[in-house]
């Protein structure tokens, strides 16, 4: 059996680099007037702050889509979903360990498309980016999982996939509400097609590539580090995202923005399965029968 050495480990990561998200700095070498909205600065030095969607209470959350203020229901994810997720994840870290290459399809990578806001460079506001999506731990059970990350952060590579193992063997831990992930990109002088939709519509659809195949429909909540306005479960979870990523793929001197993506409908996509084909399984649709 092969071993997981840290070069080795070091060198996947490498060759799978837009998988892992290693390229955070590299559009900040090109930014320009182009990469930058249309009309509207949400800049306030360093900083920014999504207006366009509040959590209202636990299980209420308050949207401004196309200009309207609308309310929606967080939902949970399917079980079926939460057994693929967490089955492949745990099959990645095998390969993992054995030397071989994390896979572009299953449940790390999807595709996230969004509208409303765009850029100067193109025409359209319609866009689909490749992001990396994980769990994220219940409120009551984040900061002792934020603890053992910082305790064990300096661990050997097979110590630290032995802990993600472990949390993904643990169904309970994980918020089944919510999927996160991290805005690389975007700075003032740099903003992504993804962030200005996503401050003008707070709307992502999440599909991901594999079979079974899923696609979520999503608010999608940004959170600045330095921010000083958010909820300390906000807080939470852009250090927990933050700290995880940095578990797994080395040390970053700073923080990233965090997407914290509620789930308001789940869609099973699978093709030539009686359950999927695109059937809504989050809510359940209530048929009525024919002739009735």
């Known amino acids: 059996m092969a071993r997981l050495t840290r070069r ?16 955070g700095k590299i559009p900040s070498l090109f930014a320009g007037v182009w990469e930058r909205s249309r009309s509207v600065n949400y800049w306030q030095g360093k900083s920014f702050h999504q207006t366009n969607l509040k959590v209202v209470k636990a299980g209420l959350l308050r949207a401004k889509i196309n200009g309207n203020w609308q309310e929606f229901q967080p939902r949970e994810l399917s079980p079926e979903f939460i057994d ?31 509208y409303g806001g765009g850029r100067r460079d193109s025409s359209f506001t319609v866009n689909n980016a490749i992001k990396g999506i994980g769990f994220v731990p219940k409120p009551e059970r984040i900061g002792a999982k934020i603890r053992e990350l910082k305790a064990n952060f300096d661990a050997p590579m097979p110590q630290k996939l032995e802990i993600l193992s472990a949390g993904y063997r643990d169904r309970s831990l994980w918020d089944r509400t919510k999927q996160v992930s991290l805005e690389l990109y975007t ?24 079979y079974p195949s899923y696609e979520l ?22 250090e927990y995202i933050n700290l995880v ?12 923005i965090a997407m914290i993506f509620y789930l308001i409908e789940e869609f099973n996509n699978t093709p030539g399965s009686k359950e999927g084909m695109g059937r809504r399984v989050v809510p359940p649709l209530e048929f009525v029968p024919s002739g009735r």
């Open 8 to 23: 080795g480990f070091l060198r996947w990561g490498t060759f799978a680099a837009p998988f892992l998200f290693f390229w």
């Open 84 to 114: 693929w997720n967490l089955k492949a994840r745990l099959e990645t870290i095998e390969a993992l360990k054995k030397g071989g290459p994390p896979s572009l399809a299953g449940p790390h990578s999807a595709a996230v498309a969004t």
């Open 187 to 210: 700075t003032p002088r740099f903003e992504t097609h993804t962030f200005l939709n996503l401050m003008a519509n707070p709307v992502a659809s999440v599909v991901f590539l594999d």
């Open 217 to 238: 429909r999503t608010l999608v909540r940004m959170v600045h580090p330095e921010d000083k306005s958010i909820s300390e479960e906000e807080r939470e979870i852009l």
């Open 245 to 256: 990523h940095s578990f797994f793929h080395g040390r970053f001197e700073e923080k990233f």
